[in-house]
């Protein structure tokens, strides 16, 4: 079935340091891939997608590209700000009415 | 306007008692979803609905039961709460998920059984 293996966190860094958080996913078929972002006490919102190989999405300073021959998907930042402190979840939406999310990924962004 | 709505945000029941959360869209979509997140913040879906049919049952105990009046509405219903029932149950909606578009979620409601 559909998988999704993300970086385990937390991860810390410091204001305008680069993050990287790796994913890869275990699909069938030709799936979107999404990472949602869940700030404190709030529910998930959708950061940015992609629905096919090579796409990138990309929004308020995060990227990530769709690799279909690495089945990856891994979100960027060059610099973090302490308001991106939340949790971070990749996603895959295959054809089964449903998204499979990995674990989640804490990040905190100290000033 | 709020795209997907559950109510109640917070939840506090002693075992045994049985509840209901409730969950709206306003965003005309056919498919809403139940997930519930535990304590590390891991996210597992529950049922999937897409035009009032179940879809997707995974594996929930049958205390629990979803119940969708009409397209915009999904609702959860638990039975027999127990204490490993505490978590954060979200909503969410989106075109089916052929379409490769994403699910809105709603903000959560935080249910704590003690």
């Known amino acids: 079935g559909d998988s999704v293996t993300q970086m385990e966190g937390p991860v810390t860094l410091s204001e305008e340091a680069f993050l990287t958080i790796n994913c890869t996913y275990t699909a069938t078929g030709y799936p979107s891939l999404f990472w949602y972002v869940q700030y404190p006490g709030e529910g998930l919102q959708l950061l940015l997608k992609a629905t096919k190989a090579d796409d990138k999405g990309s929004n308020k300073g995060f990227e990530a590209t769709y690799r279909k021959e690495t089945t990856s998907f891994h979100l960027e930042k060059g610099s973090v700000q302490v308001s991106d402190s939340a949790v971070y979840f990749c996603?895959?939406?295959?054809?089964?009415?449903?998204?499979?999310f990995g674990k989640g990924t804490l990040l905190t962004v100290n000033p | 306007d709020t795209a997907v709505s559950q109510t109640p945000k917070y939840l506090v029941t002693q075992m045994g008692n049985d509840k209901s959360i409730k969950c709206e869209q306003n965003l005309g979509h056919d498919t809403m979803y139940w997930y519930k997140q535990d304590s590390k913040k891991f996210l597992k879906i529950m049922f999937s609905?897409?035009?009032?049919?179940?879809?997707i049952n995974e594996t929930v105990p049958n205390r629990f039961s979803p119940k969708s009046p009409d397209k915009a509405h999904l609702n959860l219903h638990i039975n027999s709460l127990e204490l490993g029932d505490s978590a954060v149950y979200f909503c969410?909606?989106?075109?089916?998920?052929?379409?490769?578009?994403?699910?809105?979620f709603g903000q959560g409601t935080r249910l704590t059984v003690v």
């Open positions: 609905y897409n035009n009032k049919e179940l879809i």
């Open positions: 996603a895959l939406g295959g054809s089964n009415y449903k998204l499979t």
């Open positions: 969410a909606s989106s075109l089916p998920t052929g379409q490769n578009t994403e699910a809105f």
